[in-house]
């Protein structure tokens, strides 16, 4: 099962321009993490945003967090070609003891030059 | 340092055959965990390990198996090969089991089942 779900499913945009890409969860978590996979290779980790933040940035990411909405949103800022990629939200389970971490089925970006 | 390292890197097995997957962690890395990622999907959580004992499972059949060995690197077996296996299977190493840990991804090695 997949917890997370990420909106939209694909986004493209002009060079330069912000990419706001949102994640939904179902169940309490500890912690959010965003990453990002370039042409179905391995995953690259982005940033991480524990339940007691609302809001974190790091160089042109900025994350936010609502656990009430139990969402969270990645925004890149002034967009390069090399963004492009596929980025998922992924988070820790706190139901089970199964599903440890759970991806959501991602957003793929395409930023044009 | 090197990073996550997987072999191999592609595989075509036909159904019904057995196949083995193998990751060698970052040094000083001790929990392994392995996803199955299916195309355009996000990658599905398949074990974790850490100090050669599993930590944690995901819902896939007991075809699915895996070790852990003293120098931390992990096999990921799956026997009885089915055509919903072909995936792109991905390792990522962490210092420990907590999800605070950064997990560091492989490359995957991407199974073809025919």
């Known amino acids: 099962s997949q917890q997370g779900e990420e909106d939209p499913q694909a986004l493209s945009i002009q060079e330069g321009e912000n990419a706001t890409m949102n994640c939904s969860y179902k169940t309490s978590i500890n912690n959010l993490q965003w990453y990002r996979q370039n042409s179905g290779r391995g995953l690259v980790h982005l940033i991480l945003?524990?339940?007691?933040?609302r809001e974190k940035h790091s160089g042109r990411l900025r994350v936010t967090l609502d656990t009430s909405k139990k969402s969270s949103s990645l925004l890149i800022t002034a967009s390069r070609a090399a963004d492009t990629a596929s980025y998922f939200c992924?988070?820790?389970?706190?139901?089970?003891?199964?599903?440890?971490?759970?991806f959501g089925p991602g957003t793929s970006l395409s930023v044009i030059p | 340092d090197a990073g996550v390292t997987q072999s191999p890197t592609h595989l075509i097995k036909t159904r019904g055959q057995h196949v083995t997957l193998r990751c060698s962690p970052i040094?000083?890395?001790?929990?392994v965990s392995w996803y199955q990622q299916v195309l355009g999907q996000g990658p599905q959580f398949i074990f974790q390990?850490?100090?050669?004992?599993?930590?944690g499972r995901g819902n896939f059949p007991d075809r699915f198996s895996a070790r852990q060995f003293p120098n931390y690197s992990s096999e990921l077996n799956v026997n009885a090969l089915l055509l919903g296996d072909s995936a792109l299977y991905l390792c990522?190493?962490?210092?420990?089991?907590?999800?605070?840990?950064?997990?560091?991804f492989g490359p995957g090695t991407r199974l073809t089942v025919l």
């Open positions: 390990y850490y100090e050669k004992e599993e930590r």
């Open positions: 945003i524990r339940s007691n933040e």
């Open positions: 990522a190493s962490s210092l420990g089991v907590s999800s605070y840990n950064e997990q560091f």
């Open positions: 992924a988070t820790d389970n706190l139901k089970t003891s199964y599903d440890k971490v759970i």
């Open positions: 040094s000083g890395h001790k929990s």
